[in-house]
Structures are given as C-alpha cells and as structure tokens.
C-alpha cells in the first residue's frame, strides 16, 4: 500500500474514532413523562435547572398513551407523540437560553423550565 493511501486510511480512522468519542462523551439527560401527572428532566438523578451549552443525549421515558414530552429553547423543537409511550433518544445542542419542556395535553400542570448559560 502506498504512504499516501495508508495516510488517508489512517486520517479517515482517527476521524471516526474522535467522533465517535464526541459522541459518547455527550452528557446524558432523562425526560420522563407519566405514568401520572408528572413530567421530569433529570441529569444524573438531579433535576435539571441550569446546563451548560453543547451537545447532550436526551432520553425520553415516556410512560403514558395520554401524555407527551415536548422541549423547546434556542433551536430545539422536538416531542414525543402523545398517542404513544415507549423510549425516545434525541441528540441535541443547546445554545444559551431559556428552555421549557411540557406535556402539550396538560400543559397547565406538567411544565418545567431550565437555563442554558
């Protein structure tokens, strides 16, 4: 093999292995939703109420065919279907700001908000 082919070989490897660790070294967020009236976003157990901007993995337990997950902020629209529950991944990046996230059904009681800075 040439240097030049084993080179590109070698680039395109480290390449995928850092995205690969970009992505892995995202932290992880968990929303639940239901069974209950209840809706939750949590960071290693804690409930979330200020983050640092980047990139996160955000999990969705959602527990109930009546109920949604719904997160909005700076660039960030995304939701679970209210007729269905089951286990959402998203991958996000959240920029400096103000973020909610709500049951769209119930949005009156099952509401929270967190800071982006």
């Given at each position: 093999m040439s240097r030049i082919r084993l080179a590109l070989v070698a680039a395109v490897a480290i390449a995928a292995l850092l995205v690969a660790q970009a992505q892995a070294a995202a932290p992880k967020l968990v929303g639940t939703v239901g069974p209950g009236f209840t809706i939750t976003l949590?960071?290693?157990?804690?409930?979330?109420?200020?983050?640092?901007?980047?990139s996160y993995v955000v999990v969705i337990n959602d527990?109930?065919?009546?109920?949604?997950?719904?997160?909005?902020?700076?660039?960030?629209?995304?939701?679970?279907?209210?007729?269905?529950?089951?286990?959402?991944?998203?991958?996000?990046?959240?920029?400096?700001?103000?973020?909610?996230?709500?049951?769209?059904?119930?949005?009156?009681?099952m509401k929270g908000a967190f800071v982006v800075s």
């Open positions: 949590t960071k290693g157990g804690k409930k979330v109420t200020k983050l640092m901007h980047g527990k109930s065919p009546i109920h949604n997950f719904h997160l909005t902020g700076p660039g960030v629209n995304k939701t679970t279907s209210v007729a269905k529950s089951g286990v959402t991944t998203w991958k996000v990046t959240l920029k400096k700001g103000a973020y909610k996230y709500v049951c769209d059904p119930h949005a009156s009681a």
